[in-house]
């Protein structure tokens, strides 16, 4: 199945929940906003766990958080912008454990949160963790400018795990 097919599935079975979801990263205008980053306790949006499309024994979990960059980068020539990382988790569905994720999925469930207009500016952050090689947790980022519209990555992350997701 294809990430475009994959994301209108997601979107008519999750629509509510997406629309909630969206509102905690992006706020209630759909623009990003700092978020709580400074405030200690804080908690992330959250969404799942929720059954994949394409693998009934997988569930994900969504995590998202937004940073100012030149607080992330500690780079002052950043002030103002923000980065919004997404990231998606496996875990078995009866065993609680981590699990590898079904591969393009994630693609779509971050096309489904972000819509098409945004989704071609994130860039896929690679894995963190993985399961006998696979990987079971992969990052998404989603650079904003001051004025909150897309923006490429800025040349302080350099990281060559990080690539325009729509050159994948």
Known sequence: ??????????????????????????????????????????????????????????????????????????DPSLVGQRCITISLAGHHRLMGNR?????????????????????????RAGTLSGVAGRVSTVYYRLFLDADSNPRVRPDTFRDKELRPLRDL
Not at 15 to 30: I, M, Y
Not at 43 to 71: M, N, Q
Not at 106 to 114: E, N, P, R
Request: no cysteine; net charge negative.
């Open 1 to 74: 199945m294809d990430i475009h097919t994959l994301t209108v599935q997601i979107q008519d079975k999750y629509r509510r929940e997406l629309a909630d979801f969206r509102k905690k990263v992006l706020g209630p205008e759909g623009r990003s906003h700092a978020g709580n980053q400074h405030e200690s306790g804080r908690e992330l949006p959250r969404f799942g766990p929720v059954r994949t499309l394409t693998d009934s024994k997988v569930d994900l979990t969504i995590v998202a958080d937004t940073a100012d960059l030149d607080w992330f980068a500690e």
């Open 99 to 123: 699990t590898s994720l079904p591969s393009g999925e994630s693609d779509a469930w971050v096309q489904a949160i972000l819509g098409d207009g945004w989704t071609e500016h994130v860039y």
